[in-house]
């Protein structure tokens, strides 16, 4: 069980920051039964963090200690490794954009995948499933402004995109344009109306 404890080891710190590692990603080290028996040993020693049911992390070195990596490199090594689709929420994306002064306190990323939290050190980082629509164009400016408009609902939604369409790039909000049909009726119909009068 050492020797297997050791490989796991080895082939987490081979990995970028923050790369998830999981008890199916190493099944090319040993039956299914040994990897998790591994695993939760390694996590009870602390020589990597769960993060969630089946996702462990390995902590990062620095001058100051150990820590868990970021939320940003977790989230996307989570997108990459299960093929989901993961964004920030509305809430993060109306501050980001200026349409909100409201500092989200909770890290809330919306995903293709099933709810679920995750726990980076004393952080919980949720993801929360969410319909296409609000995935579509996930990481361009364009979606960021739909997932905000989303989150701000029907009666801010004209007076926040009139406000948008002055501040986005001409390109962002011709993608904004063109993924309206995709959107719900009241959203398509207050794009529609920023965009052609």
Do not use: C
């Not at 199916?24 to 963090?49: E, M, S, Y």
């Not at 890290?107 to 980076?120: E, F």
């Amino acid at each position: 069980m050492q020797r297997l404890t050791e490989r796991i080891l080895a082939h987490a710190t081979q990995l970028p920051e923050g790369s998830p590692v999981s008890a199916k990603g190493l099944l090319h080290l040993g039956n299914r039964a040994a990897v998790d028996q591994a695993l939760h040993r390694l996590a009870a020693r602390g020589q990597i963090q769960r993060a969630g049911r089946g996702v462990y992390v390995l902590p990062v070195e620095s001058r100051f200690g150990t820590r868990p990596p970021t939320v940003e490199q977790v989230v996307s090594a989570v997108a990459a490794q299960r093929g989901e689709v993961i964004a920030p929420s509305g809430a993060a994306a109306a501050n980001a954009l200026g349409l909100t002064t409201q500092v989200p306190v909770r890290a809330v990323y919306l995903t293709s995948g099933r709810s679920r939290t995750l726990k980076l050190g004393k952080q919980s980082v949720e993801l929360r499933h969410a319909p296409r629509w609000q995935l579509t164009l996930a990481n361009r400016p364009a979606g960021e402004a739909l997932r905000a408009l989303a989150w701000l609902g029907p009666e801010r939604a004209e007076e926040a995109i009139e406000m948008l369409k002055r501040k986005m790039p001409p390109g962002a909000f011709g993608e904004l344009v063109a993924v309206a049909p995709r959107l719900p009726t009241w959203l398509a119909r207050s794009v529609g109306k920023a965009a052609y009068g």
